[in-house]
């Protein structure tokens, strides 16, 4: 299958800082990568699609002035969580895949004091 | 509106037996349902895919069953062991032409020896 590379694999920041996440496909060229979010003992939560060469798409509730996404090559998307608070902290998982089928990376846990 | 239930938080199995777990879905027209098995702090794997027109679908000691009828698909592991013990999503793509998948809260399995 196919393969995405993400890190970090966990963050700790303080109130107010921000995190970016990298998200990399490294045997397929990426036009689309989906972010989701996970809270413990909870499923995935698409927050958007990342679309190379323009503009993210958000799910409804999701701000996007605060979950920027980046996806400037096939192979890179990024996340950054800008101005990070305490109820920001989640799992974080970028997927994509040349087909129907996702591969994921493994998730970014991002923990904010 | 849309949705993916997993019956079931939990089953726990002897080693050895088989494992079914469930997925039933509302308001779903899909051309292809999905499973992925989930480890704690990693990214979801694809495990098999099935399409509308297939009623039945094995790998290695895993089958998957979809009744489109019935709105469900069943995912099955023969032989299970205590390796198999993780938590399995459902999925579907969220519409037509899209390969983003909406995910079912998952059933956390485990095998006991």
């Known amino acids: 299958g196919a393969v995405v590379s993400q890190h970090p694999s966990w963050v700790i920041c303080k109130s107010g800082t921000s995190v970016k996440i990298e998200c990399r496909s490294l045997?397929?060229?990426?036009?689309?990568m989906f972010w989701y979010r996970q809270f413990p003992k909870q499923s995935l939560m698409l927050m958007a699609t990342s679309n190379e060469g323009s503009k993210a798409t958000y799910e409804q509730g999701v701000e996007k002035d605060k979950f920027l996404i980046n996806h400037a090559s096939l192979t890179l998307s990024t996340l950054t969580v800008t101005s990070a608070h305490p109820e920001d902290s989640s799992f974080y998982i970028c997927g994509g895949g040349p087909g129907e089928k996702l591969f994921f990376g493994s998730g970014t846990q991002l923990s904010v004091l | 509106s849309q949705k993916i239930e997993q019956n079931s938080e939990a089953l726990n199995i002897q080693e050895g037996k088989t494992a079914t777990l469930t997925c039933n879905y509302t308001n779903y027209s899909p051309a292809y349902l999905q499973w992925y098995r989930q480890d704690p702090g990693r990214g979801p794997v694809f495990l098999l895919l099935i399409r509308e027109n297939e009623k039945e679908k094995r790998k290695e000691r895993l089958k998957v069953t979809f009744d489109t009828t019935l709105k469900q698909s069943l995912f099955h592991i023969t032989a299970s062991q205590p390796a198999d013990s993780a938590t399995y999503l459902c999925a579907l793509a969220s519409g037509a032409g899209s390969y983003q998948l909406t995910f079912g809260k998952g059933t956390k399995l485990s095998v006991i020896p």
């Open positions: 045997d397929f060229q990426a036009t689309t």
